[in-house]
């Protein structure tokens, strides 16, 4: 081979060299720029809230007598069981709602006499929500009965189908969040593409009218709220 022929298969070698450089440069930072683009997302919070009633009541009550000997105290306590129990009847519930759940004995001595008090502790537990809401309207009954209920006695109501609205709480979040970054991505001149990651936070249960306690045991009325943040592919 002769050396011009020589230079020019090494022209022809730099420019093919060349070109591939130039193709490989190009193809790269297309690459880049679409996976840059596919990068592109935006979170955002989406909320769900549900108002529902408690299908749950629960009343712990307790109360107690004092005197001076053990026969007597007892003999007080089984009288204002029967007149517990005559009340909660009155009013249409089952027996077997009612149960006790424990009680007390103490006794101490004040200048040489000694004094005994006895607290019985009853438990009363119900689906019922508007039975178990009249017992608590009309409990002054109990004092016209000769019972007394001690502090901290009071009905707690429940919401225990959570799992039921869980499902569709959650997807109405999402639709929030959703159109949160519609918005977004409205604002920006982007589009909104699929879900890039996503945590669903937690549930909460309160008093709907923002009253009754913690997590509103104290009302059968309740608002339960979830949120959701959810991280979009932006297009």
Avoid: C, H
Wanted: hydrophobic content about 40%; aromatic content about 8%.
């Amino acid at each position: 081979m002769g050396w011009e022929m020589r230079d020019k298969v090494l022209l022809a070698s730099a420019a093919l060299l060349a070109l591939g450089t130039v193709a490989g440069g190009y193809l790269l930072g297309d690459g880049l720029k679409r996976a840059k683009a596919a990068d592109r997302s935006v979170t955002v919070r989406g909320l769900a809230e549900k108002d529902v009633t408690a299908d749950l009541a629960t009343w712990s009550i307790s109360y107690s007598a004092t005197g001076f000997d053990l026969p007597t105290v007892r003999s007080e306590i089984d009288a204002n069981t029967r007149e517990l129990r005559a009340y909660f009847e009155g009013l249409g519930f089952k027996p077997e709602e009612l149960k006790p759940t424990g009680a007390g004995v103490n006794q101490w001595l004040n200048n040489g006499v000694s004094t005994i008090t006895v607290t019985q502790r009853m438990l009363l537990r119900t689906t019922d929500i508007a039975r178990a809401q009249k017992a608590v309207a009309q409990q002054f009954d109990l004092v016209r009965r000769g019972v007394t209920l001690q502090e901290g006695s009071g009905m707690r109501y429940s919401f225990t189908k959570l799992n039921d609205i869980k499902p569709q709480m959650v997807a109405a979040a999402t639709r929030d969040a959703r159109n949160a970054a519609e918005q977004f991505a409205k604002d920006s001149g982007a589009g909104v593409g699929g879900i890039k990651s996503a945590t669903q936070g937690y549930f909460s249960i309160e008093a709907r009218d923002g009253e009754g306690g913690e997590g509103g045991s104290d009302t059968p009325y309740k608002k339960v709220r979830v949120v959701t943040t959810v991280d979009f592919y932006l297009r």
